[in-house]
């Protein structure tokens, strides 16, 4: 501390010094003694004005400031303090800013120790202006460890006067905060660029209305800034999914973290997937209430997910949803039904024949036939509805119920219509049609599984015509059960060997010779009891048991017909059955051929029979598969002939080598005139064609006689013979032979 010291005891040996001075000199000069006396009076006269005037300056300034109690006080303070006066002839400086500068006691009072302390190296007017303009002033000056330092003084006017001003300077030290700045900054730095580098945008807000946005989510989102209002940011949402984005934004005040997925238009105005995890918290006494959270870019995981649920949930060939998709939005949408009293339709549909279409046309057409398919029913789908393809030609409809019980009737024909008019070009031979069964959920079943099941069933109990619609009732479920039962106990009568072939013959009516049999099936049960095919055949024929059947049919027909030739019995002609199922298989031909080498049957041996109605299913795919067999050189039958569309033209179309009238002719034909003009008619026909006839249900003489002058080649009947086991019909060889 600066003393400023005014010391009496020197004035008086300074002045009396003087006096002895003045005296010695008036004692040697006694002539100057009176100027000499006057000017020293004067001079100790002026001297002790300008005493008196430091006096009282030293009053002034030295008492009230040097010794007072602030001097005292802010020497311990723990804060830099200064007082100085502007021509820095009063200077204190205080312990902790003495400490600081690492200036000693006696050099604080030297100017150049302010300067030091205010960062300055020479003085400057205009820093002083600023000093003194009670501004904060920042200095910065090496300490006394060698460190840089920061101190913002604040300075206020103590005293004012003319040419001196006195001045209380405060200082605070801002070193620390300036290093905690600087991790500060180091700290947002490092959030920003591991934001970045994750690619990790924040929006955060604290009244949801006005959002701020980091660094990473401008880029992003090819923001301007990062102020965005909510209507900006919600602008950005994709619409669909601004209702979840809305929801989000209004949830209550939650410290749970929560998720939602949503697209947001991105730099360059795409749209991108993004995770937003957000969080809203309640403000307290001291802090906002804040609300937002990170985005983060999700597209090629969605993109990914897409994909699997593409592999997962897609059919690849018509593109709409497969059996596992349907399976489990069926399950929700059931489940929804009981949450929400509502109640859905589930129609299953099954494209008409589509072996055939897949047969004659190949699997592209048969690709091209179930990806419009798929299409058509894809228009149908209504909010909230599913079109599916379950397997096949099988495909499944989802519709809502508004309460129209006739809807799904009346969507299945518009589909039907649709469907129709897609068979154009290589398929405008074919007649383009599907069946539906239909139940409704949640009535119909106690699951998804349950209530298709039944559609299903209702669509299998159908009559097997084309274009069918069929609606499940709870009743029907009786006989399905019935018929699942028996299609069990028909799948182990196969394995048992069961099934027998039973032969009926056939007679010439020219010679009344054998000229060949009908093969005949029948399941003959452990107890013996006997079951006629009409009881099972229409049921194996809409199971794979079908197959079996006739395989093993064709087979025991080839190998029993050879058996008797090898016996030495004259060669006759084995017919055996075929349903559509059978004959519209793309290996046909191969079955046949196969099942004549394994026995050693010569093709003219063996006789296809076909119902009408099965040929004319699709009378040119039907014409390629009989021309297959004929090129075998196997036999052609038409069954029934006059049951079904009973048209001659079919004649000349087909390369049938054997007519079969129907027994219906043939019951009553010696009194029904017309039956018998139209019997005439088709054996007429049927020659000019070079086409063999044979009745069926020969029962009596007269019926034999009637048809032998009618001109028909063959008869068949129990007038002859009912079907019989095959060493039966040995007995009829022999009874025969000998006529
Ligand atoms: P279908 O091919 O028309 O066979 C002739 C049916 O007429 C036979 O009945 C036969 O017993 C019966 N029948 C023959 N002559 C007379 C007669 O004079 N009076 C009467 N009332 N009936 C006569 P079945 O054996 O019960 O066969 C019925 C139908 O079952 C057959 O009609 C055929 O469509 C089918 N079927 C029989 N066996 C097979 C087979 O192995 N495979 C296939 N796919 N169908 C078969
Ligand atoms: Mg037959
Ligand atoms: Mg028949």
């Given at each position: 501390m600066k003393k400023n010291t005014f010391n009496p005891l020197a004035a008086t040996l300074v002045i009396t010094a003087a006096t002895a001075v003045v005296v010695a000199y008036c004692f040697y000069f006694p002539e100057q003694a009176m100027p000499t006396i006057i000017v020293y009076v004067s001079s100790i006269i002026f001297m002790s004005i300008i005493l008196a005037l430091i006096s009282w300056i030293y009053k002034r300034y030295g008492s009230s400031v040097g010794e007072s109690e602030i001097v005292k006080i802010t020497e311990d303070l723990n804060t830099e303090m200064m007082i100085w006066s502007d021509d820095f002839s009063y200077i204190f400086m205080n312990r902790k800013i003495r400490d600081l500068l690492g200036v000693s006691d006696d050099d604080s009072n030297k100017k150049s120790a302010v300067l030091k302390a205010f960062g300055m190296n020479s003085h400057d007017n205009g820093e002083f202006e600023k000093i003194i303009g009670n501004q904060s002033y920042e200095a910065r000056f090496k300490n006394s460890a060698g460190s840089i330092t920061s101190i913002a003084w604040s300075t206020s006017l103590v005293k004012k006067r003319k040419k001196h001003s006195l001045y209380l300077s405060t200082g605070f030290n801002l070193t620390e905060i300036k290093k905690m700045k600087v991790n500060l900054a180091s700290a947002n730095d490092f959030f920003n660029s591991s934001m970045e580098l994750a690619e990790i945008g924040v929006i955060m807000s604290s009244d949801r209305k006005n959002f701020r946005a980091s660094p990473e989510m401008i880029r992003m989102l090819g923001l301007k800034n990062s102020a965005i209002t909510l209507s900006e940011f919600r602008s950005l949402v994709h619409p669909n999914d601004r209702l979840q984005f809305d929801s989000a934004v209004k949830?209550?005040?939650?410290s749970e973290v929560k998720s939602i997925e949503m697209r947001i238009k991105s730099v360059g105005g795409v749209y991108r997937w993004y995770s937003y995890r957000y969080k809203s918290i309640k403000g307290t006494d001291n802090t906002l209430p804040l609300f937002g959270g990170a985005i983060l870019d999700i597209t090629q995981e969605h993109e990914k997910d897409i994909l699997i649920e593409r592999l997962?949930?897609?059919?690849?060939?018509?593109e709409i949803a497969n059996r596992n998709k349907l399976m489990d939005a069926g399950q929700e949408i059931y489940d929804t039904c009981h949450l929400l009293d509502y109640s859905y339709w589930i129609i299953v549909l099954d494209i008409d024949r589509f072996h055939i279409i897949n047969d004659t046309c190949g699997y592209k057409n048969g690709n091209y036939v179930l990806k419009n398919f798929a299409h058509i029913l894809y228009k149908f789908v209504t909010p909230g509805g599913l079109a599916a393809?379950?397997?096949?030609d099988n495909f499944a409809l989802i519709l809502k119920d508004y309460?129209?019980?006739?809807l799904p009737i009346r969507t299945v024909r518009s589909i039907q219509e649709e469907f129709a008019q897609?068979?154009?070009?290589?398929?405008?031979?074919i007649n383009l049609n599907c069946s539906a069964g239909y139940s409704r959920m949640p009535d119909d079943g106690s699951s998804f599984l349950d209530v298709m099941e039944h559609a299903e069933f209702a669509l299998k109990s159908?009559?097997?015509?084309?274009?069918v619609i069929c609606a499940y009732e709870p009743s029907m479920h009786d006989s399905i059960i019935g018929n699942t039962e028996l299609e069990k106990a028909l799948g182990l009568a196969i394995e048992n060997n069961e099934l027998q072939l039973f032969y009926q013959p056939k007679i010439?009516?020219?010679?009344?010779?054998?000229m060949g049999v009908e093969a005949l099936i029948r399941w003959i049960k452990p107890d013996g009891s006997i079951i006629s095919p009409d009881a099972f055949v229409p049921i194996a024929e809409r199971s794979h048991l079908i197959s079996k059947i006739s395989e093993f049919v064709l087979n025991e027909g080839c190998r029993q017909n050879k058996l008797w030739q090898k016996m030495g019995y004259p060669n006759i002609v084995m017919s055996i059955n075929f349903t559509s199922a059978d004959f519209y298989q793309s290996d046909l031909k191969e079955k046949v051929f196969d099942a004549l080498a394994k026995s050693g049957l010569?093709?003219?041996w063996l006789e296809v029979e076909l119902t009408e109605s099965l040929a004319l299913n699709d009378i040119d795919f039907a014409v390629s598969q009989m021309n297959k067999l004929r090129e075998l050189g196997v036999k052609l039958a038409m069954d029934d002939?006059?049951?079904?569309?009973?048209?001659?033209?079919y004649l000349q179309i087909l390369p049938i080598t054997l007519l079969k009238l129907d027994r219906s002719f043939i019951t009553d034909i010696e009194h029904d005139n017309i039956a018998y003009e139209i019997v005439s008619a088709v054996i007429r026909i049927a020659k000019s064609k070079k086409i063999e006839t044979i009745a069926e249900g020969i029962e009596n003489n007269v019926q034999e006689s009637i048809l032998r002058m009618a001109g028909c080649d063959y008869a068949q009947g129990f007038l002859y013979g009912?079907?019989?086991?095959p060493e039966k019909l040995q007995d009829f060889f022999d009874e025969n032979m000998k006529k």
């Open positions: 949830s209550k005040d939650t997962a949930y897609i059919d690849e060939v018509t393809r379950v397997s096949g309460g129209d019980n006739e897609l068979a154009v070009d290589e398929l405008a031979s159908s009559t097997g015509n084309q274009g010439n009516l020219a010679t009344g010779k054998l010569e093709p003219q002939f006059g049951t079904g569309y009973s048209s001659l033209s009912k079907p019989m086991p």
